[in-house]
Protein backbone atom coordinates (compact mmCIF):
# COMPACT_ATOMS: atom_id res chain seq x y z
CA UNK A 1 0.00 0.00 0.00
CA UNK A 2 1.27 3.31 -0.96
CA UNK A 3 1.61 6.16 1.71
CA UNK A 4 1.31 9.57 0.90
CA UNK A 5 4.39 12.43 1.76
CA UNK A 6 2.44 15.85 2.95
CA UNK A 7 3.83 19.07 3.32
CA UNK A 8 2.88 19.22 6.91
CA UNK A 9 1.42 22.42 8.59
CA UNK A 10 4.31 24.23 9.90
CA UNK A 11 2.81 27.74 11.18
CA UNK A 12 0.07 29.76 10.99
CA UNK A 13 1.07 32.47 8.20
CA UNK A 14 2.87 30.15 6.36
CA UNK A 15 1.16 28.34 3.35
CA UNK A 16 3.93 27.39 0.85
CA UNK A 17 7.26 25.83 1.10
CA UNK A 18 10.21 24.88 -0.69
CA UNK A 19 11.38 21.34 -1.30
CA UNK A 20 15.19 21.04 -0.05
CA UNK A 21 17.58 18.46 -0.08
CA UNK A 22 16.13 14.57 -0.43
CA UNK A 23 17.89 12.21 2.10
CA UNK A 24 16.54 9.13 -0.18
CA UNK A 25 16.63 8.13 -3.72
CA UNK A 26 13.48 6.88 -5.05
CA UNK A 27 13.00 2.88 -4.38
CA UNK A 28 15.85 3.12 -1.11
CA UNK A 29 14.84 1.39 1.48
CA UNK A 30 13.20 3.70 4.62
CA UNK A 31 12.43 3.23 8.77
CA UNK A 32 9.62 4.90 10.23
CA UNK A 33 10.30 8.14 11.72
CA UNK A 34 13.40 8.38 9.40
CA UNK A 35 13.94 11.54 7.97
CA UNK A 36 13.50 11.38 4.47
CA UNK A 37 13.11 15.25 3.04
CA UNK A 38 14.16 18.56 4.07
CA UNK A 39 11.46 21.66 3.84
CA UNK A 40 12.57 25.22 3.79
CA UNK A 41 9.94 27.51 4.84
CA UNK A 42 10.92 31.75 5.07
CA UNK A 43 11.90 31.08 8.68
CA UNK A 44 12.88 27.61 10.04
CA UNK A 45 14.09 24.44 8.06
CA UNK A 46 11.70 21.53 8.87
CA UNK A 47 12.32 17.69 8.36
CA UNK A 48 9.53 15.61 7.02
CA UNK A 49 9.65 12.08 8.19
CA UNK A 50 8.58 8.74 6.99
CA UNK A 51 5.24 7.43 8.77
CA UNK A 52 5.95 4.20 7.74
CA UNK A 53 8.38 1.41 7.09
CA UNK A 54 9.06 0.66 3.78
CA UNK A 55 10.62 1.76 0.34
CA UNK A 56 10.73 5.78 -1.11
CA UNK A 57 8.36 4.42 -4.72
CA UNK A 58 8.30 8.33 -6.12
CA UNK A 59 9.55 11.40 -6.00
CA UNK A 60 6.68 13.80 -6.93
CA UNK A 61 8.62 17.11 -6.07
CA UNK A 62 12.34 17.83 -6.80
CA UNK A 63 14.65 19.83 -4.84
CA UNK A 64 13.88 23.28 -5.61
CA UNK A 65 10.53 23.31 -5.88
CA UNK A 66 7.78 24.97 -4.30
CA UNK A 67 5.24 23.60 -2.99
CA UNK A 68 1.76 24.17 -0.73
CA UNK A 69 0.91 23.12 2.22
CA UNK A 70 -0.79 19.19 2.26
CA UNK A 71 0.61 18.79 -1.29
CA UNK A 72 1.81 15.27 -1.75
CA UNK A 73 5.94 15.21 -2.43
CA UNK A 74 6.20 11.52 -2.60
CA UNK A 75 5.24 8.05 -2.23
CA UNK A 76 6.42 5.25 0.26
CA UNK A 77 5.39 1.39 -0.55
CA UNK A 78 4.49 0.17 3.33
CA UNK A 79 6.55 -3.14 4.04
CA UNK A 80 8.27 -3.10 0.69
CA UNK A 81 12.13 -3.61 0.79
CA UNK A 82 14.63 -1.78 -1.40
CA UNK A 83 14.37 -2.01 -5.11
CA UNK A 84 17.15 -4.39 -6.72
CA UNK A 85 19.89 -2.61 -8.89
CA UNK A 86 23.32 -2.86 -10.45
CA UNK A 87 24.21 -0.35 -7.06
CA UNK A 88 23.76 -3.08 -4.92
CA UNK A 89 25.94 -5.77 -6.62
CA UNK A 90 28.92 -3.30 -5.30
CA UNK A 91 31.54 -5.46 -3.50
CA UNK A 92 31.76 -3.76 -0.09
CA UNK A 93 35.33 -5.26 0.55
CA UNK A 94 36.84 -3.79 -2.05
CA UNK A 95 37.33 0.30 -0.81
CA UNK A 96 37.74 -0.06 2.72
CA UNK A 97 35.28 2.56 4.55
CA UNK A 98 36.88 5.72 6.15
CA UNK A 99 36.79 6.00 9.73
CA UNK A 100 34.58 8.72 10.92
CA UNK A 101 37.31 10.94 12.09
CA UNK A 102 38.87 11.57 8.92
CA UNK A 103 34.95 12.50 7.63
CA UNK A 104 35.18 16.17 5.91
CA UNK A 105 33.74 18.27 8.75
CA UNK A 106 32.10 20.28 5.51
CA UNK A 107 29.64 17.34 5.26
CA UNK A 108 26.73 17.98 7.57
CA UNK A 109 25.97 15.27 9.89
CA UNK A 110 23.03 14.31 7.95
CA UNK A 111 25.46 12.89 5.24
CA UNK A 112 24.35 14.99 2.35
CA UNK A 113 25.83 17.70 0.96
CA UNK A 114 24.54 20.59 -2.18
CA UNK A 115 27.28 19.94 -4.70
CA UNK A 116 27.01 22.68 -7.40
CA UNK A 117 26.80 21.94 -11.10
CA UNK A 118 29.89 23.02 -12.16
CA UNK A 119 31.75 21.43 -9.24
CA UNK A 120 30.04 18.07 -10.09
CA UNK A 121 31.57 17.91 -13.29
CA UNK A 122 34.85 18.49 -12.27
CA UNK A 123 34.40 15.82 -9.68
CA UNK A 124 33.34 13.49 -12.25
CA UNK A 125 36.13 14.15 -14.47
CA UNK A 126 38.71 13.50 -11.54
CA UNK A 127 37.06 10.78 -10.20
CA UNK A 128 36.13 12.02 -7.19
CA UNK A 129 33.11 11.88 -4.68
CA UNK A 130 31.94 15.46 -2.65
CA UNK A 131 33.49 13.30 0.52
CA UNK A 132 36.61 13.69 -0.80
CA UNK A 133 36.58 17.53 -1.41
CA UNK A 134 36.27 20.27 1.84
CA UNK A 135 32.94 22.25 1.17
CA UNK A 136 33.38 26.20 2.12
CA UNK A 137 29.91 27.27 0.33
CA UNK A 138 27.31 28.66 1.97
CA UNK A 139 25.27 25.96 4.08
CA UNK A 140 27.67 23.37 3.09
CA UNK A 141 27.39 23.66 -0.44
CA UNK A 142 30.64 22.41 -2.68
CA UNK A 143 31.94 25.35 -5.05
CA UNK A 144 33.77 24.87 -7.88
CA UNK A 145 36.32 26.73 -6.48
CA UNK A 146 36.50 23.85 -3.51
CA UNK A 147 37.83 21.39 -6.30
CA UNK A 148 39.91 23.56 -7.41
CA UNK A 149 41.40 24.14 -4.19
CA UNK A 150 41.68 20.82 -3.64
CA UNK A 151 43.48 19.80 -6.76
CA UNK A 152 45.85 22.78 -5.97
CA UNK A 153 46.66 20.85 -2.86
CA UNK A 154 47.18 17.24 -4.19
CA UNK A 155 49.73 19.36 -7.06
CA UNK A 156 51.34 21.55 -4.05
CA UNK A 157 54.59 18.81 -3.71
CA UNK A 158 55.13 18.09 -7.17
CA UNK A 159 55.20 21.89 -8.17
CA UNK A 160 57.94 22.56 -5.23
CA UNK A 161 60.14 19.66 -6.84
CA UNK A 162 59.52 21.05 -10.73
CA UNK A 163 61.78 23.90 -11.87
CA UNK A 164 60.29 27.23 -12.15
CA UNK A 165 57.50 28.07 -15.09
CA UNK A 166 57.66 30.64 -17.46
CA UNK A 167 55.22 33.20 -16.62
CA UNK A 168 51.86 32.43 -18.71
CA UNK A 169 49.64 35.70 -19.43
CA UNK A 170 45.85 34.36 -18.69
CA UNK A 171 43.79 34.47 -22.01
CA UNK A 172 40.39 36.32 -22.15
CA UNK A 173 39.00 33.44 -23.96
CA UNK A 174 38.46 31.23 -21.04
CA UNK A 175 35.21 29.31 -19.87
CA UNK A 176 32.89 32.28 -18.32
CA UNK A 177 30.41 30.00 -16.85
CA UNK A 178 27.39 30.94 -14.66
CA UNK A 179 24.94 29.17 -11.80
CA UNK A 180 21.60 29.83 -11.59
CA UNK A 181 20.70 28.43 -7.97
CA UNK A 182 17.22 29.17 -6.87
CA UNK A 183 16.39 31.49 -4.30
CA UNK A 184 15.47 29.80 -0.68
CA UNK A 185 12.31 29.99 0.84
CA UNK A 186 14.19 32.24 3.67
CA UNK A 187 15.96 34.39 1.01
CA UNK A 188 12.78 35.26 -0.69
CA UNK A 189 11.05 36.43 2.71
CA UNK A 190 13.62 38.37 3.63
CA UNK A 191 13.71 40.02 0.24
CA UNK A 192 9.78 40.94 0.50
CA UNK A 193 9.95 41.99 4.37
CA UNK A 194 12.98 44.18 3.45
CA UNK A 195 11.34 46.06 0.47
CA UNK A 196 8.11 46.04 2.68
CA UNK A 197 9.89 47.95 4.96
CA UNK A 198 11.48 50.54 2.35
CA UNK A 199 7.94 51.09 1.02
CA UNK A 200 6.25 51.32 4.23
CA UNK A 201 8.06 52.99 6.59
CA UNK A 202 9.24 56.48 7.00
CA UNK A 203 12.80 55.17 7.68
CA UNK A 204 15.51 57.50 9.43
CA UNK A 205 18.93 57.08 11.23
CA UNK A 206 20.45 58.69 13.79
CA UNK A 207 23.93 57.89 15.08
CA UNK A 208 25.74 58.26 18.19
CA UNK A 209 29.26 56.64 19.55
CA UNK A 210 30.07 54.66 22.73
CA UNK A 211 33.49 54.32 25.03
CA UNK A 212 33.21 50.51 25.41
CA UNK A 213 36.47 51.22 28.31
CA UNK A 214 34.43 50.27 31.15
CA UNK A 215 32.71 47.34 29.82
CA UNK A 216 35.39 45.70 28.83
CA UNK A 217 37.26 46.47 31.57
CA UNK A 218 34.29 45.20 33.73
CA UNK A 219 34.33 41.78 31.26
CA UNK A 220 38.00 41.58 32.09
CA UNK A 221 37.31 41.84 36.06
CA UNK A 222 34.76 39.17 35.92
CA UNK A 223 35.13 36.76 33.00
CA UNK A 224 36.45 34.13 34.38
CA UNK A 225 34.09 33.75 37.27
CA UNK A 226 31.44 34.03 35.36
CA UNK A 227 32.34 31.83 32.59
CA UNK A 228 32.67 29.34 35.67
CA UNK A 229 29.61 29.69 37.19
CA UNK A 230 27.86 30.21 34.35
CA UNK A 231 28.90 27.93 31.41
CA UNK A 232 29.15 30.77 28.80
CA UNK A 233 31.14 33.85 28.75
CA UNK A 234 30.19 37.23 29.31
CA UNK A 235 29.28 39.09 25.97
CA UNK A 236 28.59 42.78 24.80
CA UNK A 237 25.25 41.36 23.91
CA UNK A 238 23.56 41.31 27.51
CA UNK A 239 24.93 44.66 27.76
CA UNK A 240 22.77 46.29 25.17
CA UNK A 241 20.33 43.90 25.48
CA UNK A 242 19.90 45.47 29.09
CA UNK A 243 20.44 49.50 28.17
CA UNK A 244 18.18 48.55 25.06
CA UNK A 245 15.40 47.76 27.58
CA UNK A 246 15.94 51.00 30.12
CA UNK A 247 16.16 53.13 26.79
CA UNK A 248 12.99 51.64 25.61
CA UNK A 249 11.41 52.38 29.19
CA UNK A 250 12.08 55.79 29.28
CA UNK A 251 11.16 56.18 25.14
CA UNK A 252 7.89 53.83 24.51
CA UNK A 253 7.34 55.44 20.89
CA UNK A 254 10.76 53.08 19.61
CA UNK A 255 8.86 49.79 21.26
CA UNK A 256 5.67 50.36 19.84
CA UNK A 257 4.13 49.75 17.17
CA UNK A 258 1.46 51.64 14.44
CA UNK A 259 -1.66 49.76 13.39
CA UNK A 260 -3.83 51.82 10.80
CA UNK A 261 -4.38 55.10 12.58
CA UNK A 262 -3.49 53.19 16.10
CA UNK A 263 -0.36 53.26 18.00
CA UNK A 264 0.00 49.91 20.36
CA UNK A 265 2.55 50.93 23.02
CA UNK A 266 3.90 47.91 24.36
CA UNK A 267 4.61 47.39 28.36
CA UNK A 268 6.60 44.30 27.69
CA UNK A 269 9.92 43.62 25.92
CA UNK A 270 10.34 40.73 23.44
CA UNK A 271 13.98 41.62 21.88
CA UNK A 272 15.16 40.44 18.69
CA UNK A 273 18.84 39.36 18.37
CA UNK A 274 19.98 38.92 14.27
CA UNK A 275 22.40 36.17 14.32
CA UNK A 276 23.87 34.17 10.97
CA UNK A 277 22.13 31.05 11.01
CA UNK A 278 22.96 28.16 8.33
CA UNK A 279 20.48 29.63 5.59
CA UNK A 280 20.32 33.37 6.23
CA UNK A 281 20.19 35.69 8.83
CA UNK A 282 17.51 35.25 11.51
CA UNK A 283 16.21 36.95 14.52
CA UNK A 284 14.83 35.01 17.40
CA UNK A 285 13.30 36.78 20.32
CA UNK A 286 14.53 37.08 23.92
CA UNK A 287 10.69 37.16 25.78
CA UNK A 288 10.16 39.05 28.79
CA UNK A 289 14.12 40.56 28.19
CA UNK A 290 13.39 42.98 31.33
CA UNK A 291 12.78 40.12 33.58
CA UNK A 292 16.21 38.23 32.60
CA UNK A 293 19.59 38.33 34.56
CA UNK A 294 22.95 38.97 32.40
CA UNK A 295 23.32 35.16 32.51
CA UNK A 296 19.97 34.36 31.38
CA UNK A 297 20.36 36.69 28.16
CA UNK A 298 24.04 35.29 27.93
CA UNK A 299 23.19 31.88 27.34
CA UNK A 300 19.88 32.38 25.63
CA UNK A 301 22.12 34.04 23.32
CA UNK A 302 24.14 31.40 22.81
CA UNK A 303 21.89 29.04 22.71
CA UNK A 304 20.32 30.55 19.82
CA UNK A 305 23.13 31.02 17.84
CA UNK A 306 24.65 27.50 17.94
CA UNK A 307 20.76 26.25 17.12
CA UNK A 308 20.67 29.13 14.03
CA UNK A 309 23.41 27.30 12.74
CA UNK A 310 22.24 23.54 12.99
CA UNK A 311 18.95 24.87 11.14
CA UNK A 312 16.97 24.31 14.36
CA UNK A 313 15.19 27.37 15.93
CA UNK A 314 11.58 27.07 16.11
CA UNK A 315 8.47 29.50 14.44
CA UNK A 316 7.53 30.39 17.78
CA UNK A 317 11.06 31.91 18.69
CA UNK A 318 11.34 33.58 15.67
CA UNK A 319 8.15 35.05 16.03
CA UNK A 320 7.06 38.26 17.13
CA UNK A 321 9.16 40.94 18.94
CA UNK A 322 8.92 44.56 19.64
CA UNK A 323 12.31 45.75 19.08
CA UNK A 324 15.70 44.11 17.52
CA UNK A 325 18.91 44.67 17.88
CA UNK A 326 21.55 43.71 14.77
CA UNK A 327 25.54 43.40 15.42
CA UNK A 328 27.26 44.22 12.28
CA UNK A 329 30.62 44.62 14.36
CA UNK A 330 31.45 40.64 14.56
CA UNK A 331 31.74 40.55 10.34
CA UNK A 332 33.92 44.21 10.77
CA UNK A 333 31.30 46.65 9.80
CA UNK A 334 31.96 50.14 11.55
CA UNK A 335 28.84 51.97 10.13
CA UNK A 336 25.95 50.82 8.41
CA UNK A 337 22.01 51.87 8.25
CA UNK A 338 19.67 48.96 9.23
CA UNK A 339 16.32 48.52 8.39
CA UNK A 340 13.40 48.43 10.42
CA UNK A 341 11.59 44.69 11.01
CA UNK A 342 8.16 45.41 10.29
CA UNK A 343 5.70 45.88 12.32
CA UNK A 344 8.96 46.67 14.63
CA UNK A 345 9.45 50.87 14.68
CA UNK A 346 13.11 50.86 15.70
CA UNK A 347 16.62 48.08 15.28
CA UNK A 348 19.17 49.54 17.09
CA UNK A 349 22.65 48.57 15.25
CA UNK A 350 26.22 47.83 16.68
CA UNK A 351 29.35 47.86 15.18
CA UNK A 352 32.83 47.49 15.06
CA UNK A 353 35.18 47.93 18.00
CA UNK A 354 38.09 50.43 17.29
CA UNK A 355 41.00 52.16 19.33
CA UNK A 356 39.99 55.94 18.03
CA UNK A 357 41.43 59.21 19.48
CA UNK A 358 38.65 60.97 21.57
CA UNK A 359 39.28 64.46 23.63
CA UNK A 360 39.07 63.53 27.73
CA UNK A 361 38.90 66.54 29.92
CA UNK A 362 41.10 68.63 27.40
CA UNK A 363 43.53 65.57 26.48
CA UNK A 364 43.36 63.43 23.16
CA UNK A 365 43.37 59.83 24.39
CA UNK A 366 43.14 56.23 22.54
CA UNK A 367 39.57 54.49 23.42
CA UNK A 368 37.61 51.59 22.16
CA UNK A 369 34.81 53.59 20.68
CA UNK A 370 31.86 51.86 18.85
CA UNK A 371 29.61 53.71 16.40
CA UNK A 372 25.95 52.85 17.34
CA UNK A 373 23.01 53.33 14.77
CA UNK A 374 19.00 53.77 15.70
CA UNK A 375 16.78 53.18 12.19
CA UNK A 376 13.45 54.29 13.29
CA UNK A 377 9.65 54.59 11.64
CA UNK A 378 9.83 58.62 11.57
CA UNK A 379 5.57 58.74 11.36
CA UNK A 380 6.14 57.39 15.41
CA UNK A 381 9.26 58.19 16.63
CA UNK A 382 10.46 61.82 16.21
CA UNK A 383 14.20 62.84 16.13
CA UNK A 384 13.99 63.95 19.75
CA UNK A 385 12.76 60.57 20.84
CA UNK A 386 15.37 58.65 18.93
CA UNK A 387 18.36 61.02 19.81
CA UNK A 388 16.81 60.61 23.73
CA UNK A 389 17.21 56.81 22.97
CA UNK A 390 20.78 56.71 21.76
CA UNK A 391 22.05 58.95 24.39
CA UNK A 392 20.24 56.90 26.86
CA UNK A 393 22.14 53.99 25.22
CA UNK A 394 25.06 55.50 24.93
CA UNK A 395 25.08 55.97 29.08
CA UNK A 396 24.17 52.97 30.31
CA UNK A 397 26.89 51.42 28.24
CA UNK A 398 29.59 53.93 29.75
CA UNK A 399 28.46 53.53 33.15
CA UNK A 400 27.19 49.64 33.50
CA UNK A 401 26.76 50.24 36.97
CA UNK A 402 23.45 52.10 36.85
CA UNK A 403 21.98 49.03 34.62
CA UNK A 404 22.42 47.17 38.21
CA UNK A 405 21.11 50.19 40.33
CA UNK A 406 18.67 51.11 37.50
CA UNK A 407 18.92 55.47 37.70
Same mark, same amino acid.
Given at each position: ?S????????G??????Q????????????????????????????????????R?? *?????T????????????????????????V?????V??? *????????????EG?????????????????????????????????????????????????????????????????????????????????R???????????????????????????????????????????????? *???????????????????????????????????G???????????????S??????????????????K?? +??E +???????????????????????????????? +???????????????????????? +?????????????????K?? *?????????L????
Open positions: MVELKVPTVESITEVIGDWLKKEGDAVQRDEIVVMIDTDKVTVELVSPVTGLA *KILAPGSTQAVGDVIGLVEEGASASAGPAVVPEAPAP *KPEPSRPSSVPVFARVMPSAKRLLDERGLTAADVQATGPGGRLLKEDVLRHDAKSLAPAAQAAPPAPAVTPSSGGAREEEVVPMTTMRKRIAELVQSQHTAALLTTFNEVDMSAVMELRRSYQEEFQKKYGVKLGFMSFFV *KAAVDALKLVPQVNAELRGTDIVYKNYFDIGVAVGGRGLVVPILRSAEHAFAELEQRIADFGKRARDNLT +LE +LSGGTFTISNGGIYGSMMSTPIINPPQSGILG +LHAIMDRPVARDGQVVIRPMMYIA +LTYDHRLVDGREAVTFLRI *KECVENPTRLVEI
